[in-house]
């Protein structure tokens, strides 16, 4: 029942630890390097491929990396041998703190490691042999201060207890003191009797409670003196010194006077620090003859914030009294913020999403109170913004999609300031790249373009070169050119024109004939190199100029045999450029014309009028006597028994051609012979007309 529960209030607070980022461990004090302090992996619940594949470190807050990550087991372990007392002086409890740095996840835990104390330090008397004169006249129970030793283990290795060898005029005595310290006494317990015994020797003894226990010894040697009847007394008892820690080296901080009534030599006062330590003599001086207290070094507030002396004033014959003296050291604005970059992104893709991490801070500030509160800021107008992660961790995420063709490098300042008058402020400079996507497509520097090409134009001549850029970087800013689909009569496009695919150059493929292909109009795709590639196109009118290459050519009249053609005549072109004649002239030509056509048209008109009048006017006309067709000779008849006959064909040919505006009649001469012999009507009139009697018949 009862180790069940303290095991699930373990499993309980380890889990707690866990979900707070925390971790705490402990290793003693003296542990050779690379000894195991605790698993980190399986601690946190991290696979072994976070630490092969991420950047995992641990961080040490101090100067001194104490631990490190073995990176094939994720244990923690010890960078170096370390010694407690080394770091934690005469402290109870020695906590080391660090961070364990996940870069690939950007995540930070805080890691504590407690440093357990081993016995490994023997008490010490700064003092290994003391003097100590007394008068004879001093009375029994009177208490004389010993060396004080000093045992810099913590817990149960520190000192325990002072035992001093048998003497039956003292005893020992030990004193509790304010700081949790213990001070050993010589009590007298007999009187003394100089002339029987000048001296006594006696050995003090320290001992610690480890196990096994360590000591430490120091030799007092007892004086008896004549009667000397007055003490030293220090006014007042205690001290208490406040001073700034950038108080200046010599100053002096305090000043005790203790005085002594008595004349001469037992009157004469020297002063002396009463058990300090090492570190505390380094940094304070007492003047033995004055009393006057001054800095040997500069205070330092994150350091320690306070000391306690003791200090021991004595006169000629040995008889002493102390006083004790607190200096409280105050905080001073002398420590800039200080900025560590724990993680960045050198390079960011500008299409990252908005809340993108891209730095990892760490900002602190070694001074207390308002003086050690830091707030960090970043410049203005940037796509960048500051969140607070984890005690003094911050995250520099962006706001917003960068844009590289906008921005394609910044120079993010972080700016860290305390709340000191004045503040002290500190900066650092985070460089990202911006990477490229391609998200332009190219752009044609005009939409269409158009060109004259002259035909019977060489083939491979040069028609015009279309231009287009792309925004981009890298190859996603290669453009290359090609041509759309199209045809032209019929015949794919390509046949005709090609593009250089790099320039952009338009090339004519073959010689242009104006009268078969007066326009050619075209699209041009510029497609750039990313995956996938963007494309735009822009259309091309490629006009083809005329030249006089075709001689005229006269449609009517045919011209019947070689050598009779027409001549003396002046034809205008069937074509030409404007300005290739002269206007005069031309507009002269177009009178001429248009008044012979007129003409002509007008006398079609009245020959075609005359001829209609004349066959009506014949038809009213009464047929001839002889009983001839009307229109046809009686002697081109020949009759056979009352029917009359052609003797001669007629024809009439008409031919108006699609040329002209003019109508020819031609009468072609007689193509047949005489069916029959021509003779007169006299000659023959015997056999074809009835003789007179006949007719009186």
């Known amino acids: 029942g009862r180790r069940e529960r303290a095991l699930l209030c373990c ?11 925390q971790l705490r461990y402990s290793v003693r004090e003296e542990m050779p390097k690379g000894s195991f302090v605790g698993d980190l992996a399986k601690d946190l619940g991290l696979q072994m491929t976070t630490f092969s ?25 010890t960078a170096e041998r370390i010694d407690r007392e080394q770091l934690c002086d005469s402290e109870q409890q020695c906590v080391l703190r660090c961070e364990l740095i996940v870069e690939g996840e950007m995540k930070v835990y805080a890691v504590e490691v407690e440093i357990t104390d081993i016995n490994d330090n023997s008490p010490r008397f700064r003092e290994v042999e003391k003097e100590v ?25 520190s000192l325990l207890s002072y035992e001093l060898s048998s003497d039956e005029h003292f ?40 196990q096994p226990s360590r000591t430490g010894t120091a030799r007092i040697r007892v004086v008896v003196i004549d009667a000397n009847d007055n003490s030293p007394v220090f006014s007042p008892s205690e001290y208490t ?9 010599g100053s002096t901080l305090v000043t005790v006077t203790a005085t ?10 020297k002063y002396s620090f009463q058990t300090v330590s090492v570190k505390v003599s380094q940094i304070f001086q007492l003047n033995s003859e004055t009393g006057e207290i001054k800095l040997l070094r500069s205070l330092d507030f994150e350091e320690s914030d306070s000391y306690e002396l003791e200090v021991q004033g004595e006169d000629g014959e040995g008889v002493s009294d102390t006083a004790k003296i607190m200096i409280t050291v105050t905080d001073v604005n002398d420590n800039v913020p200080e900025i560590s970059v724990r993680s960045i992104l050198r390079e960011i893709s500008e299409d990252a999403p908005s809340g993108t ?48 063709e906008e921005v394609s490098e910044y120079n993010v300042t972080v700016r860290a300031a305390d709340g000191g008058s004045p503040p002290l402020w500190s900066s650092t400079v985070l460089a990202l790249r911006v990477l490229d996507v391609n998200d332009n497509a190219p752009v044609f520097s005009e939409a269409s373009y158009s060109a004259r090409l002259p035909e019977n134009n060489a083939a491979g001549a040069l028609v015009l070169t279309v231009r287009a850029r792309d925004a981009d970087w890298g190859q996603n800013a290669r453009v290359r050119y090609r041509l759309g689909e199209g045809r032209v009569r019929g015949v794919p496009l390509s046949s005709y024109v090609s593009v250089q695919a790099e320039t952009g150059a338009l090339y004519a493929l073959r010689s242009f004939d104006y009268e078969e292909v007066r326009e050619v109009g075209l699209w041009v795709l510029a497609e750039d190199g990313g995956s996938p590639a963007l494309s735009s196109n822009a259309s091309v009118r490629i006009a083809i100029a005329d030249e006089n290459d075709n001689a005229p050519q006269v449609l009517y009249p045919p011209v019947s045999g070689p050598g009779q053609g027409w001549s003396g005549v002046e034809l205008a072109p069937r074509s030409a450029e404007p300005g290739a004649l002269p206007s005069g002239s031309l507009t002269r030509w177009l009178v001429l014309a248009v008044a012979a056509v007129s003409c002509l048209f007008l006398a079609f008109l009245l020959l075609l009028l005359a001829l209609r009048l004349r066959r009506w006017r014949r038809s009213q006309l009464p047929p001839p006597a002889g009983g001839a067709l009307r229109g046809v000779p009686a002697t081109h008849f020949v009759g056979i028994d009352g029917v009359r006959a052609f003797l001669r064909s007629y024809s009439h040919e008409v031919s108006l051609t699609a040329d002209s505006r003019k109508s020819q009649l031609r009468l072609s001469p007689a193509s047949c012979c005489d069916t029959l012999p021509a003779h007169s009507l006299t000659e023959r009139s015997g056999d074809l007309v009835p003789t007179g009697d006949h007719g009186a018949e």
């Not at 001194?64 to 990550?69: A, G, K, M, N, V």
Request: hydrophobic share 35%.
């Open 11 to 21: 499993v309980l607070l380890s889990a707690w630890e866990a979900a707070c980022g």
């Open 53 to 77: 594949d991420s950047g995992v470190r641990i961080l040490d807050k101090g100067r001194t990396q104490h631990f490190s990550l073995h990176g094939k087991t994720g244990h923690m372990v």
């Open 133 to 157: 004169r007394v008068s004879e006249t001093t009375a029994p129970g009177s208490r004389f201060p010993l060396p004080r030793a000093h045992d810099p283990d913590a817990g149960s290795n």
């Open 171 to 210: 005893s020992l005595a030990v004193q509790a003191v304010p700081g949790g310290y213990r001070r050993p006494e010589l009590v007298l317990a007999k009187a003394l009797d100089r002339e029987e015994t000048a001296f006594h020797d006696l050995v003090l003894r320290a001992k610690d409670g480890g």
């Open 241 to 249: 010194v406040r001073v700034p820690e950038n108080v200046p080296v």
């Open 260 to 269: 002594d009534p008595d004349d001469g030599l037992y009157g004469d006062v």
């Open 357 to 404: 991490v891209v730095a990892l801070l760490h900002v602190q500030d070694q001074d207390s109170g308002t003086n050690g509160q830091v707030r960090c800021s970043l410049d203005a107008g940037l796509p960048f913004r500051l969140e607070k992660s984890f005690e003094d961790y911050y995250r520099v995420v962006t706001t917003r999609q960068l844009d590289r």
